[in-house]
């Protein structure tokens, strides 16, 4: 196997974890509508089993991915006279890398640790089911929950939850900001009054669905 086929093939394994994630988004879509429309329980756990299997997937991607590239890096630096069997090296990368699975990695997916706190909001939101105490970020976000912007002081349409700090703001006024100041070399401080959070990361920014679902339902009533 050469190095081309090796970037060949992370290319190909880098498109199947877009596909991951998009069954992932619409695992996620699905289960919402099911506890809006309160269907069985038994359905929306079905999609939590969808959820874990999809990061079960992604975890066994990402290894792969990362044996490829390490075998790559490692070559490359050593640079020996006689190329070594770059599958079998990989291959051995992975299997060390899949010894150490354990389910708590699947717990800490990031897609799956939203698919939770969307489920159990909307569980809130639509069936007033006593639940385990929440995480305070959501907890955060519940209580400081407005439809107002705190950028453009006007009603929300695409709402997006800062996971630092809990606070939400419209994608579009965040993200501009964002670059404003990145064009800057200047850091973000949260735009929610009071907040003291510093370093607004795109990367931090989460869909809130449940706030803009109750945005599209004020807008049909």
Request: charged share 35%; glycine share 2%.
């Amino acid at each position: 196997i050469s190095f081309n086929a090796i970037d060949s093939a992370l290319s190909s394994l880098k498109n199947c974890q877009s596909f991951i994630d998009s069954g992932m988004d619409v695992a996620t879509q699905v289960a919402l509508d099911l506890v809006e429309s309160f269907n069985d329980e038994e359905d929306v756990n079905s999609m939590e089993k969808v959820m874990l299997e999809y990061a079960t997937m992604d975890r066994e991607l990402n290894h792969h991915i990362k044996a490829f590239e390490e075998t790559i890096n490692q070559v490359k630096q050593e640079k020996p006279e006689d190329l070594p069997d770059l599958e079998n090296l990989a291959q051995e990368k992975f299997l060390e890398m899949e010894s150490k699975n354990s389910d708590s990695d699947l717990q800490r997916n990031e897609k799956y640790m939203y698919f939770k706190d969307q489920l159990k909001e909307m569980k809130k939101q639509y069936h007033n089911d006593t639940i385990e105490q929440i995480d305070e970020d959501i907890a955060v976000t519940r209580s400081q929950m407005n439809f107002i912007c705190p950028i453009t002081q006007m009603t929300m349409k695409k709402p997006v939850r800062n996971k630092v700090c809990g606070h939400i703001y419209e994608e579009d006024a965040i993200l501009e900001m964002i670059q404003t100041q990145k064009q800057k070399k200047k850091k973000v401080r949260c735009p929610k009054m009071g907040c003291s959070h510093v370093d607004v990361k795109g990367s931090d920014l989460v869909p809130d669905e449940i706030l803009k679902r109750l945005l599209d339902s004020q807008k049909k009533q």
